[in-house]
């Protein structure tokens, strides 16, 4: 059996479960039960932000030292951990993309099944594609249990701005699945840090948090993604035996409704709606402070996939008329400065 880990965990194709396959997800599931079911309650932002670059810090963009493409460790909380870097051309100072992996997936095939850091880089993105934690499936969201992943997060952000000639004002993040929901849980998380972040089936795992800062976010979801349902409820359509009830346990809300109480939360009063391609709508928020925007777009039909031209049969239909690569990419560059 093929086994294709990009996304929400190992992989399921129809009902077949492989034993260790289905050992490892009882595991991962378990592991984040608490973080998802505490999703309930919208979180509050931070007394105080997580430690950032100040100008007594080292600065990139007056030389020294610089990292280099490819594969790095960040010693954190005592442990090394390891972040793919695409670098673009030119001096800077570039925009930054953190590109968040999904649970049971690795920084590696995010890499390479979002295309970011290649599409990014070639459009002036500094992409660095971390990796969670060793002995881990997903990352800790803000307020969660288990590796302090908000902190070391925003230490990346740190080394990157001391080492490469970083627009500090535009630092982003982007993420598939629960990469997704941390990309998103990080708008408070890191406490206005970011100017605008992309969720690709996962907006709905976390809820919007209190206040917070102007961000821009960008989500697509397909309307038959079986492991995180657009229309809410219980993920994990297609477990079976154990593994369902514990999915049992965790209710989420519907896309449509997370994605609204961001607009609302951001102050975005004006709404549109638009076909930007076959099978697939997009709701749009405008009027948001500083210049935010909220954006969904609905997949119809869509998987737990990523929109593109990459498919991964055994996670739904992937819409390939819909490049969200490129429009996470576009609604960025349209963000305006934090």
């Not at 034993?19 to 608490?34: I, N, Q, S």
């Not at 105080?48 to 493409?69: F, I, M, N, Q, V």
Request: include cysteine; hydrophobic fraction near 40%.
């Amino acid at each position: 059996m093929t086994t294709t880990r990009i996304g929400a965990g190992p992989p399921h194709a129809g009902k077949r479960w492989p034993g260790r396959a289905a050992h490892v997800f009882r595991l991962a599931l378990a592991a984040l039960l608490p973080a998802m079911a505490g999703c309930g309650q919208a979180p509050e932002r931070p007394s105080s932000p997580p430690k950032t670059s100040s100008a007594a810090t080292e600065d990139g963009c007056a030389g020294g030292a610089r990292l280099t493409a490819g594969r790095h460790t960040l010693t954190f909380a005592g442990e090394d951990r390891v972040f793919l870097l695409t670098l673009p051309e030119g001096d800077g100072p570039h925009p930054v993309l953190l590109n968040l992996h999904g649970l049971g997936s690795t920084a590696r095939e995010q890499a390479a099944y979002s295309r970011l850091p290649r599409v990014g880089g070639r459009r002036g993105y500094i992409v660095a594609t971390p990796q969670v934690a060793k002995d881990r499936l997903a990352w800790t969201l803000p307020h969660g249990f288990g590796p302090d992943d908000t902190g070391f997060l925003s230490a990346l952000l740190d080394r990157l701005e001391q080492r490469l000639c970083v627009d500090r004002r535009r630092e982003f993040a982007a993420g598939l699945s629960y990469g997704g929901a941390m990309a998103t849980a990080l708008v408070c998380g890191l406490n206005g840090r970011l100017a605008g972040v992309a969720a690709v089936g996962g907006v709905n795992i976390v809820r919007p948090c209190r206040d917070p800062q102007p961000a821009t976010l960008v989500a697509f979801h397909g309307t038959a993604d079986r492991v995180v349902p657009y229309r809410g409820g219980h993920p994990l359509r297609d477990a079976p035996g154990d593994l369902r009830k514990l999915a049992d346990l965790v209710t989420l809300q519907p896309v449509e409704q997370v994605t609204g109480g961001w607009a609302d939360a951001l102050g975005c009063p004006t709404t549109a709606t638009t076909a930007p391609a076959p099978g697939v709508r997009l709701r749009t928020w405008t009027g948001c402070a500083r210049g935010a925007r909220v954006h969904l777009y609905t997949i119809s039909g869509g998987g737990h996939t990523w929109p593109g031209p990459i498919e991964v049969s055994t996670l739904g239909a992937t819409n390939r008329h819909l490049d969200a690569t490129r429009l996470i990419l576009d609604a960025f560059d349209a963000a305006r400065p934090v």
